[in-house]
């Protein structure tokens, strides 16, 4: 059991490291070419939908 919640631990800390990387590489891209018809809070929120995604499928694969 202890393993299963080491293990969890491990895939949270490495989403969220993941997360931090993808908000800096969003920043920089829209600081690159800002886009006047959204804010900075729809782009990212367009960037990182899919990494809900993400850790939904690495805290299943983790569990299991």
């Known amino acids: 059991m202890q ?3 080491i293990a969890i631990q491990v895939a949270l ?17 829209w600081r690159n070419d ?5 804010t900075f809070l729809a782009f990212l929120l367009e960037r990182l939908g899919a990494l809900g ?12």
Do not use: E
């Not at 800390?13 to 891209?29: E, M, P, S, T």
């Not at 800002?34 to 959204?38: K, L, Q, T």
């Open 13 to 29: 800390v490495l989403w969220l490291i993941f997360n931090v990387y993808q908000f800096g590489v969003a920043y920089r891209d």
């Open 34 to 38: 800002p886009n006047p018809d959204s």
């Open 53 to 64: 995604k993400t850790f939904v499928q690495a805290f299943v694969y983790t569990t299991l």
């Open 3 to 5: 393993y299963i919640v």
